[in-house]
């Protein structure tokens, strides 16, 4: 039995802190609709007969209306193909949501809070939903599978063994339990990573379908699997055509602005990926990050991050009997008082250094 299992894109979300990049936000939203799309013709090119939505399709807050029409025009083009949507904590199914509201295409189902089982010809599938934004109690650890002769499949959005979700708001259950429920698959979704892992083979975390952020490094997109009894065969497919990547830069021997941004512009970035640029080593200037940026051509470099330290000597300078010594000696006296702000100091010397050069 083939199926195509996403999770997390997220569609319209606003993608504010993503970089300062004013167009960033329109440039995602729309690479959102390209790997949607691509997901749809790899469905009809490849005839699967199941599509598994393991929540978070949408953002409740953000969504428009026309990206829903987007959504069903999509799920239109694949009429035999049946589309099981479990809701998560960003797209609950509200009385005003969209899931409840709107005019969905005859292939879909929409799951809510309430344990419901869908008999298929091939296989029964127990679908858990979100009503809410929160799911503090989970009711999955109360399922029992009616029919074990038959290939069984759970679709929820959860939690597997708290993740990140400390509080356990987000339907938090644990993978040993899941376990011993015994279905031959299990389409998770809410963490936004991949997890293929060997140890649990049927218990699936697509992962988001496009990276929204630097915090989702590496390929993002699809499952594809096909299921036997005893027998799970799944494989990832890529979906976004973009990736994040994080690059370190040491500016210790860089002594001015103007050779800070010749060195960025020197540095072979590849085109379909979006950079994150994190300087360290010892500065020797000011840097004002977002005056930096602006100053940037390259354009697939969307963010900069100072996690540099001051390049000063500031007990080798007090030595001398100069202005900059004197400021440096009281600057040293300033470091010693627990109540200063150890950060806005060091941007004070900066800054006095500049001035005193």
Same mark, same amino acid.
């Given at each position: 039995?083939?199926?195509?299992?996403?999770?997390?894109?997220?569609f319209d979300?606003?993608?504010?802190?993503?970089?300062?990049?004013?167009?960033?936000? /329109?440039?995602?939203?729309?690479?959102?609709?390209?790997?949607?799309?691509?997901?749809? /013709?790899?469905?009809?090119?490849?005839?699967?007969?199941?599509?598994?939505?393991?929540?978070?399709?949408?953002?409740?807050?953000?969504?428009?209306?026309?990206?829903i029409d987007?959504? %069903?025009?999509?799920?239109?083009?694949?009429?035999?193909?049946?589309?099981?949507?479990?809701?998560?904590?960003?797209?609950?199914?509200?009385?005003?949501?969209?899931?409840?509201?709107?005019?969905?295409?005859?292939?879909?189902? #929409?799951?809510?809070?309430?344990?419901?089982?869908?008999?298929?010809?091939?296989?029964?599938?127990?679908?858990?939903?979100?009503?809410?934004?929160?799911?503090?109690?989970?009711?999955?650890?109360?399922?029992?599978?009616?029919?074990?002769?038959k290939l069984?499949?759970?679709?929820?959005?959860?939690?597997?063994?708290?993740?990140?979700?400390?509080?356990?708001?987000?339907?938090?259950?644990?993978?040993?339990?899941?376990?011993?429920?015994?279905?031959?698959?299990?389409?998770?979704?809410? #963490?936004?990573?991949?997890?293929?892992?060997?140890?649990?083979?049927?218990?699936?975390?697509?992962?988001?379908?496009?990276?929204?952020?630097?915090?989702?490094?590496?390929?993002?997109?699809?499952?594809? *699997?096909?299921?036997?009894?005893?027998?799970?065969?799944?494989?990832?497919?890529?979906?976004?055509?973009?990736?994040?990547? /994080?690059?370190?830069?040491?500016?210790?021997?860089?002594?001015?602005?103007?050779?800070?941004?010749?060195?960025? /512009? =020197?540095?072979?970035?590849?085109?379909?990926?979006?950079?994150? #640029?994190?300087?360290?080593? %010892?500065?020797?200037?000011?840097?004002?990050?977002?005056?930096?940026?602006?100053?940037?051509?390259?354009?697939?470099?969307?963010?900069?991050?100072?996690?540099?330290?001051? *390049?000063?000597?500031?007990?080798?300078?007090?030595?001398?009997?100069?202005?900059? *010594? #004197?400021?440096?000696?009281?600057?040293?006296?300033?470091?010693?008082? =627990?109540?200063?702000?150890? =950060?806005?100091?060091?941007?004070?010397?900066?800054?006095?250094?500049?001035?005193?050069?």
């Open positions: 039995m083939k199926f195509v299992h996403i999770a997390d894109i997220h979300t606003p993608f504010t802190l993503l970089s300062d990049r004013a167009d960033l936000g /329109e440039v995602r939203r729309l690479d959102q609709r390209k790997a949607f799309k691509k997901m749809i /013709e790899y469905i009809k090119e490849n005839e699967i007969p199941y599509l598994f939505i393991a929540g978070d399709l949408y953002d409740h807050e953000y969504v428009r209306q026309s990206t987007f959504i %069903n025009d999509c799920f239109k083009q694949i009429l035999n193909t049946k589309i099981y949507i479990t809701p998560g904590n960003h797209d609950p199914y509200l009385k005003n949501s969209y899931y409840a509201k709107y005019k969905w295409s005859q292939n879909v189902k #929409i799951f809510t809070s309430k344990v419901e089982k869908v008999e298929t010809n091939d296989f029964d599938l127990y679908g858990y939903g979100f009503e809410d934004f929160y799911l503090k109690e989970s009711k999955i650890d109360e399922i029992n599978i009616d029919n074990r002769e069984n499949i759970l679709i929820t959005h959860a939690s597997l063994d708290g993740g990140y979700d400390d509080k356990r708001d987000y339907n938090t259950i644990s993978s040993s339990k899941l376990k011993r429920l015994g279905f031959d698959y299990i389409a998770l979704g809410h #963490i936004h990573k991949l997890n293929l892992s060997n140890e649990n083979k049927n218990i699936i975390y697509p992962g988001s379908t496009i990276a929204l952020g630097f915090d989702e490094l590496g390929e993002h997109g699809m499952i594809v *699997g096909n299921i036997e009894k005893e027998q799970v065969r799944v494989e990832f497919v890529k979906l976004d055509d973009k990736e994040f990547i /994080e690059v370190q830069l040491d500016i210790t021997n860089i002594n001015e602005p103007e050779g800070l941004l010749q060195t960025l /512009e =020197e540095i072979e970035f590849e085109e379909k990926k979006l950079y994150k #640029i994190i300087l360290t080593g %010892n500065r020797n200037f000011e840097i004002n990050t977002y005056k930096l940026y602006k100053q940037i051509e390259v354009r697939n470099i969307i963010k900069v991050k100072d996690r540099t330290k001051i *390049g000063y000597d500031l007990n080798k300078i007090a030595n001398n009997a100069t202005l900059k *010594g #004197i400021f440096a000696k009281e600057m040293l006296d300033k470091f010693k008082d =627990e109540n200063i702000d150890k =950060e806005t100091l060091e941007k004070a010397i900066e800054i006095g250094m500049e001035a005193l050069s």
